[in-house]
């Protein structure tokens, strides 16, 4: 079902690993070119290098595209966006996928955590999204998604912040689908929700105090998904424009 996304132009924010990195691995069998965006560049090399061997003479070089952007530099989305656009000529879907969480008891957290963390999954996100928008209204037709969390459908312990800008993104998100349902523009809107998953997320999301004080461990578990089962059905979302998609089994034993 990946395979009617061939020769189309993917733009993923966070690529450079995680659920990023594995989304764009499982599009490069399909021939899916891609923007791949993060700050680390040196990961996005490799990961394009992957990708166009992974697709089997699918994709060659300029069929990838490695964009070394933070995406709390919203002054310069644009820019990003017009760079994306005047390479491929094209862009059909947006994927925010950037994100990070912060452990914390919920009366511990600092304010200044809960404006970093939303500034990062909520404000960066609706600012790119706006700028795909107004290129996908000129065009007529577009998808946006963003890579949220069930942390966007449930209240999950120990993530306030992340759970609070989670849930905001999808307000925003199912805001814009339903705003645009009777207009000109034929616009998918996709919220992804993944469960816990093994990447770099969980040591990321440790920088105030050592998971164990919280009872979650930071190693891998059975009942998590693996990055590369996550990136495999972030990609089957996409590509049936899927609306809201849950993944994985809530696993309420790391938190116990
Ligand atoms: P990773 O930490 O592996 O990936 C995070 C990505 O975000 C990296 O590519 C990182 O790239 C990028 N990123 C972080 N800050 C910035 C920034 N300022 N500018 C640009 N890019 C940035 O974690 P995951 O792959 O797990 O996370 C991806 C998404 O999935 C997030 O939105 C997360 O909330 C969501 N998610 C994760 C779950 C999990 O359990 N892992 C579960 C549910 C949702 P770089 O450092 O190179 O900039």
Known sequence: SIDH????VVFITGASSGIGKHVALALSKYG???VLAARRRDCLEEIKFQCIANSGGKLTTNDVLVLQMDMLDINSHQKYFDTALSHFGQIDILLNNAGRS????????HLSVDKELFELNVFSVINLTRVALNYFNSRGHGHVAV???LAGVFGIPYSGSYTGAKHAIHGYFNSLRIEKLHTNLKLAVTLLCPGPTYTEFLQHSFTASPGEQYGIS???TDSRLTGE???YLCAVALANETKESWMGIFPVMIFS
């Open 229 to 231: 089962r996550c990136g």
């Open 147 to 149: 890579t949220s969390s």
């Open 5 to 8: 996304l061939k020769g189309k």
């Open 102 to 109: 912060q452990r914390a008891f919920w009366e511990s957290i």
């Open 32 to 34: 899916v070119k891609m």
């Open 218 to 220: 930071a190693s891998p």
